[in-house]
């Protein structure tokens, strides 16, 4: 009987283990789309989703993603491939959900054209700041995209609050301050109503909005289709016309190319070559943006593409600053996979640091121009502080900071500079005492005259 007793024990144990191997075999469920209340100031009455991927990142990027009047967060959750986007790069997306007009994002009333209006871009603003604090959103890789209405507040978060928004993508869409008043706003109703202004009037709009505000610009990404009969594409110059000022480009682009068939691409890019604007007309589309493949276009240009999504504290190719000691902040570092520079050894460059102080505060651009015969491919970029100097957030470059020395990464869409050319990027950064330059730089190790 004791044999028996033991040997059914076993038995049972074997099939314990068996069924708890297969149990734990399972894939892990799939993250679902969560409503979130009490998230903060809401003036527009909107709701708020929130989609965070299984293998979310430590410190997330965040897109706003806006749907189409008429429609719901649930509903471009899940008409578009942002969530699948983010289960593979590991950033968290808001899906809110209007109430107005039809469900429509207010894009017309006086309080929607002023920073702190009491509507839709406030609530907006409080769901950007709840995935914040809750989820741990890295407040320098926040981006806005949405399509129609969403398209339209795409448009006027990036003007309202600059700071805020790294980039857009507006899908069909007009630029800030185009309906003056809710009468003018029709959906459906196949008018243009935002046509011939200057660019110069349009940029004034977006610079209105903050007065005191010098820059950094969100870079912006235009789509529309040009058979479109809800939002006629001639909304799509004035939006260009809108951005190209803001940024101080000219009307022309500086590269025109067909990324896919009936897909016509205009970029304008500064003269370090950074592209800060680029339009999309895609050739016979109505009204039906994003689709297949665009949100990933979207997000490319975000910067969100340039690794694969890990839940380890190392920041991404597109992240800012980390202020923890990190052995990759180390000039002596080899650069990230992202970089691969080219030429790690005997760099020949130029550095040009212009810095604009104020208070305890400052910004600063740093242009590099690549002096030698062959191009780089993949940038870092190193100094050392001889002050006290802090940098807190940074575009166009992936920085990192350990102690008075600072590591510059170029991001997913600018790791080339070509023989003769240049790129740049910029920084905001606190101090104390005096704000000195610092008296060298190296790019890929090897040192820079300075300019």
């Known amino acids: 009987m004791k044999r028996l007793l033991t040997a059914l024990a076993c038995a049972v144990t074997a099939v314990l283990c068996a069924v708890t ?94 920073r ?19 989820y741990h959103g890295d407040p320098n890789r926040v981006f806005a995209t949405g399509a129609s209405s969403g398209g339209m507040m795409t448009n006027a978060m990036l003007a309202l609050y600059p700071e805020v928004f790294k980039a857009g993508a507006a899908f069909m869409g007009v630029p800030f301050t185009c309906f003056p008043n809710e009468a003018a706003y029709s959906p459906g109703g196949n008018s243009a109503p935002c046509v011939g202004k200057t660019a110069q009037q349009w940029g004034d709009a977006v610079r209105n909005a903050n007065p005191t505000y010098r820059g950094p610009w969100p870079r912006m990404q235009l789509w529309h289709g040009t058979s479109d009969t809800v939002v006629a594409y001639a909304e799509l110059e004035e939006e260009i016309k809108q951005w190209t000022n803001v940024h101080g480009l000219s009307q022309t682009p500086t590269s025109t190319d067909t990324p896919q068939s009936g897909w016509s691409r205009r970029r304008y890019a500064d003269s370090t070559g950074a592209v800060k604007v680029e339009a999309y007309s895609i050739q016979g589309a109505g009204h039906s ?60 460059c130029r550095i040009t640091y212009r810095a604009n102080s104020w208070g305890n505060g400052f910004t600063a651009d740093v242009t590099i121009t690549n002096t030698g015969t062959a191009a780089v491919n993949g940038w870092t970029v190193t100094w050392t502080w001889p002050g006290n100097q802090q940098v807190t957030n940074a575009w ?56």
Request: proline share 10%; charged share 5%; net charge neutral.
């Open 116 to 134: 702190g209006g009491q509507t839709d871009p406030v609530s907006l603003m409080s769901m950007v700041t709840y995935v914040e604090q809750q």
């Open 289 to 348: 943006l994003p689709m297949s493949g665009m949100a990933a276009v979207a997000i490319q240009f975000f910067g969100l593409t340039g690794s694969s999504p890990s839940p380890s504290p190392s920041p991404s190719p597109s992240a800012t600053v980390s202020p923890s000691v990190s052995p990759s902040a180390s000039p002596s570092a080899s650069p990230s996979p992202s970089a691969s520079p080219s030429n790690p050894q005997g760099a020949s």
């Open 21 to 114: 191997a297969l149990v734990s075999a399972q894939p892990a469920a799939a993250a679902t789309l969560t409503e979130v209340t009490n998230f903060g100031a809401n003036p527009g009455n909107l709701r708020m989703y929130v989609y965070v991927p299984n293998n979310v990142q430590q410190t997330p990027a965040i897109v706003l993603a806006m749907h189409t009047c008429g429609g719901s967060g649930p509903g471009f959750y899940s008409s578009t491939e942002f969530a699948s986007l983010a289960d593979r790069y590991g950033f968290i997306v808001i899906y809110p959900s209007a109430s107005k007009k039809m469900n429509c994002f207010d894009n017309w009333s006086d309080a929607s054209k002023v």
């Open 396 to 451: 166009n470059a992936g920085v990192t900071q350990s102690g008075a020395q600072v590591t510059a990464r170029n991001v997913s869409y600018n790791p080339a500079i070509p023989a003769g050319g240049s790129t740049s990027f910029g920084f905001q950064a606190s101090y104390s005492g005096s704000n000195t330059a610092p008296a060298g730089f190296a790019l890929n190790g090897a040192a820079c005259t300075i300019a």
